[in-house]
């Protein structure tokens, strides 16, 4: 015999739960833009594209990184929908496509505590 699960709470608070967790679709997305910030060299560029605009050379010699490196984050950075660039010339220079990227990182910062 197959013992059933019995739910604790209320009709009201299983409502809630209902209609206020995310479709596995939503979720995935929402892992994905986690995902943005679960690397230190991503969240050094990102913290310092929050303060301006930078190409990758100077974010390169900015962060002690190598310029490949820099490059292939970008690149990561970009299709995740993070930065964007604007060109000048031959250079291009990258920023935060949404400031909310900004209040993530401070939001991070300050739930450790720092």
């Avoid at 310092?48 to 490196?69: F, G, H, K, R």
């Avoid at 220079?93 to 400031?99: Q, T």
Wanted: hydrophobic content about 45%; glycine content about 4%; proline content about 1%.
């Amino acid at each position: 015999m197959q013992k059933q699960n019995v739910l604790l709470l209320d009709k009201r608070l299983q409502g809630l739960v209902d209609d206020y967790v995310p479709d596995d679709e939503v979720l995935q997305e929402v892992a994905c833009f986690f995902n943005i910030f679960s690397d230190l060299t991503r969240l050094k560029m990102l913290s310092a594209l929050a303060i301006t605009d930078m190409c990758v050379t100077d974010l390169s010699v900015m962060l002690n990184l190598n310029q490949t490196t820099v490059s292939h984050q970008l690149r990561l950075l970009r299709d995740l929908g993070a930065v964007k660039y604007t060109r000048q010339g031959k250079i291009l220079f990258y920023s935060l496509k949404n400031e909310l990227i900004s209040e993530v990182l401070l939001k991070g910062v300050e739930f450790l505590g720092f």
